[in-house]
């Protein structure tokens, strides 16, 4: 079963627009962490944003800001104010650890399928 | 600083050859990762490896052969490898396994 579902495949906007991206993840662990990373055309996945699922405070940091809701299951991401260096894949990951975090946990990072966002001049 | 190198840049190689890709770090991280990536896909998860134990193989071919020299150093191994086995394939490390993980640039490789 997905764990963490990106429904918008492509989403195409006008430099200066801002743009939304979902993520939608599922999990039974009281324990876990979400991620967004970015990939640009070039292939290097750029780590965003680390959010634990104790820590629901939204974030901005720049022209990025994530909105983190756990009755909804959901970490969106918003880009303000779109520039075409923003053009590229974002992948929304979940890390998923049963009972406490210790040196030995390992949470397997499971990654949505991804949005391809296009910013046009 | 949290850069991941990855050599090649790009490999094309005969399902015959051997060859090696390479991925470095100095961030003083403990474990490294290698993961395989398809055009328009996510990126799958190959190998794991904890203080340069392997901790994780995901059911990959023998033909895929990862080595941890050293806590720095990771190194995966291809042999007699399929078209089919043509992608991205990145390498990444955390500080350890719950921490977030950086990844390099990766290498694309080609198998004619």
């Known amino acids: 079963a997905q764990k963490v579902t990106q429904a918008q495949t492509e989403i195409s906007v006008v430099e200066k627009e801002d743009v939304t991206l979902d993520c939608v993840y599922e999990?039974?662990?009281?324990?876990?962490?979400l991620f967004w990373y970015k990939q640009p055309p070039s292939g290097e996945l750029v780590f965003l944003i680390r959010?634990?699922?104790?820590?629901?405070q939204n974030e901005i940091s720049g022209r990025y800001s994530w909105n983190f809701q756990k009755s909804t299951s959901s970490f969106n991401f918003t880009i303000t104010a779109s520039q075409v260096v923003d053009s590229a894949v974002y992948f929304c990951?979940?890390?998923?650890?049963?009972?406490?975090?210790?040196?030995?946990?390992?949470?397997?990072?499971?990654f949505g399928a991804g949005t391809q966002v296009v910013v046009t001049p | 600083d949290t850069e991941v190198t990855q050599t090649p840049k790009h490999l094309v190689m005969g399902m015959t050859n051997k060859k090696s890709l390479k991925c470095e770090q100095h961030?003083?991280?403990?474990?490294m990762y290698w993961y395989k990536q398809k055009a328009k896909k996510p990126p799958e998860l190959m190998f794991v490896?904890?203080?340069?134990?392997?901790?994780i193989n995901e059911s990959v071919p023998s033909r895929f052969s990862p080595e941890c020299p050293n806590s720095s150093l990771l190194n995966l191994h291809l042999h007699a490898l399929q078209p089919e086995d043509s992608a991205l394939y990145l390498c990444?490390?955390?500080?350890?396994?719950?921490?977030?993980?950086?990844f390099g640039p990766g290498t694309r490789l080609t198998v004619l």
């Open positions: 999990t039974r662990d009281t324990t876990y962490y």
């Open positions: 961030m003083g991280h403990r474990a």
């Open positions: 990951a979940l890390s998923e650890f049963q009972g406490l975090v210790t040196t030995d946990s390992w949470g397997k990072f499971q």
């Open positions: 990444a490390s955390s500080r350890t396994l719950t921490d977030t993980q950086y």
């Open positions: 490896y904890s203080y340069e134990k392997l901790s």
């Open positions: 959010r634990n699922s104790f820590d629901e």
